[in-house]
Nanobody, 125 residues
Framework: QLQLVESGGGLVQAGGSLRLSCAASGRIFSGYVMGWFRQAPGKEREFVAAIGRSGSWTAYTDSVMGRFTISRDNARNTVYLQMNSLKPEDTAVYYC??????????????????WGQGTQVTVSS
């Protein structure tokens, strides 16, 4: 089992920044593709970003391209999501997720077997 714990959420004004962290334990972290998803009230969980096992590739949903950056530190078993130029529509619970298997992009929630508990991000206008 891969255990994931997110941190770094909070309340920020539009245009501000937050950095989310996700600490992993239990398995060899570098063996997993890692992703960030988010879920706003009344909406389905949506893909935000993903990063390959070694960090050699990254992928983003269009709405965060150029504003968010996903990264990982395999020595620290941690994946990050740097969020800049935040907008009210970024308000959601953000989840860290991990998947094993091929080192390719996965942008569907069902492709990820391991999930954190989520951290709330609220962007005020």
């Amino acid at each position: 089992q891969l255990q994931l714990v997110e941190s770094g959420g909070g309340l920020v004004q539009a245009g501000g920044s937050l950095r989310l962290s996700c600490a992993a334990s239990g398995r060899i972290f570098s063996g997993y593709v890692m992703g960030w998803f988010r879920q706003a009230p009344g909406k389905e969980r949506e893909f935000v970003a993903a990063i390959g096992r070694s960090g050699s590739w990254t992928a983003y949903t269009d709405s965060v391209m150029g504003r968010f950056t996903i990264s990982r530190d395999n020595a620290r078993n941690t994946v990050y999501l740097q969020m800049n130029s935040l907008k009210p529509e970024d308000t959601a619970v953000y989840y860290c997720a991990g998947r094993d298997g091929k080192d390719v992009v996965g942008n569907k929630a069902y492709e990820y077997a391991y999930w954190g508990q989520g951290t709330q991000v609220t962007v005020s206008s």
